[in-house]
């Protein structure tokens, strides 16, 4: 359930042109004489979970928006007696907004369903989540193949994180990356620890993975352009959606022509399986940055926790590492920022991606009064917010 209140600042989250959400969440910019306006931002500076606050933003930059992003803190299952935690959602579409949509709609919902029926949260819940919201994706594909085969072609990367009893949970479908900044006891350096495994095909890894699971396709990845590609189309080797590259059925018109492979194929070529890490909290993780590759290919792990830890607030804090990242792909591009935050959303995708971030801070004091099994975060209070 959320709070009339909460539920009032949601709402426009559907419509990103909304003015009443970039009034509310995003008119300051700090309040510095001079600094350009970019109409394609959207962000909620500063909210509460139970394990802290967090800061979240997205800058568009595709002519429709891909990405989607979800936080929500309070039960993590159906159940009043389960646990507490902090769930974030990062969902960065591809081929168009459909995927990661469906995700940012589905993902929770089935987390607490197996949350519910385990009576506790794991990093089975988490795979066994993952793979239920891909059927219901495929299936709902299935379903309208003949009046929007487009569908079969849409997919999303996943990169889910989640607070619990004191125990972080990190997974991840595609090339969104999470990165934990923690505190050096002695002193006051920040370090960068990435906490997610990438699944694309540019790491040798991945490449070599590919290879090793399908060694009888010579030409499961191919260099195109400078870029490594699944089957010289799609650079991510796990997401969920991407129907004509897992199901043969969809492998055929009315599917484009630019997706149809060649040859047909037996089993799946791309997973929705995550890889899962799970670590017990300790009191120098200070926060964890999730944000779609767009951040991430402008800005490395460290400058990244270092801009956060460096800042004197908080507050807006997501804001200031998109602007960081456009700062960076404007100098790339040899264009200022100024004539950059007033290219108009399409046009702007040959400059940066779609970029979503949640900062997602960790109050010590907090996550341990929250693995008590007295603690009891009401309904009303839960937070959510939904791109």
């Not at 009339?4 to 995003?26: D, G, I, Q, T, Y």
């Not at 080797?237 to 047909?264: H, Q, V």
């Not at 949640?358 to 009303?380: E, N, Q, R, T, Y």
């Amino acid at each position: 359930m959320v709070s009339h209140s909460w539920r009032k600042l949601v709402a426009p989250c559907w419509r990103p042109n909304s003015p009443e959400f970039e009034r509310e969440s995003c008119s300051s910019e700090e309040g510095n004489v001079g600094d350009e306006v970019d109409g394609l931002l959207w962000c909620r500076d500063l909210g509460h979970h139970v394990h802290g606050e967090f800061s979240m933003a997205v800058i568009q930059a595709n002519a429709e928006l891909e990405d989607y992003s979800q936080l929500e803190s309070g039960p993590m299952s159906f159940s009043e007696s389960g646990p507490q935690g902090t769930f974030v959602g990062i969902y960065d579409g591809h081929a168009g907004p459909e995927a990661a949509r469906f995700i940012n709609s589905h993902l929770f919902e089935n987390i607490k369903k197996f949350t519910s029926a385990d009576q506790e949260m794991s990093a089975n819940v988490i795979k066994r989540a993952y793979l239920a919201t891909e059927e219901e994706l495929l299936s709902q594909v299935r379903r309208q193949w003949e009046i929007i085969p487009r569908m079969a072609s849409v997919g999303s990367c996943c990169l889910v994180g989640i607070v619990c009893c004191g125990v972080l949970y990190v997974a991840n479908a595609g090339d969104s990356r999470a990165v934990l900044g923690k505190q050096e006891r002695a002193g006051k350096q920040i370090l960068a620890v990435q906490l997610s495994d990438e699944h694309n095909a540019n790491l040798k890894s991945v490449r070599e993975e590919l290879q090793s699971l399908h060694p009888d396709d010579p030409q499961i990845v191919v260099l195109k352009h400078q870029v490594w590609r699944v089957k010289g189309i799609i650079q991510v080797s796990r997401s969920i959606g991407d129907a004509y590259l897992k199901r043969p059925e969809f492998n055929k018109p009315p599917l484009l022509p630019k997706f149809l492979l060649p040859e047909p194929f037996e089993k799946p070529i791309l997973s929705a399986e995550p890889s899962i890490v799970v670590q017990q909290l300790q009191p120098e993780d200070s926060f964890v940055v999730f944000a779609s590759d767009g951040l991430w290919e402008h800005l490395s792990n460290q400058e990244v926790v270092e801009l956060v830890h460096s800042s004197s607030s908080r507050n807006g804090i997501a804001r200031k590492l998109v602007k960081a990242a456009l700062k960076e792909a404007a100098k790339k591009r040899e264009v200022r920022y100024s004539d950059l935050v007033k290219i108009d959303r399409g046009v702007r995708r040959h400059f940066h991606d779609d970029i979503s971030v949640i900062v997602l801070f960790l109050d010590s004091h907090l996550i341990s009064h929250s693995s008590s099994s007295s603690v009891s975060v009401k309904a009303g209070e839960s937070s959510r917010a939904d791109w």
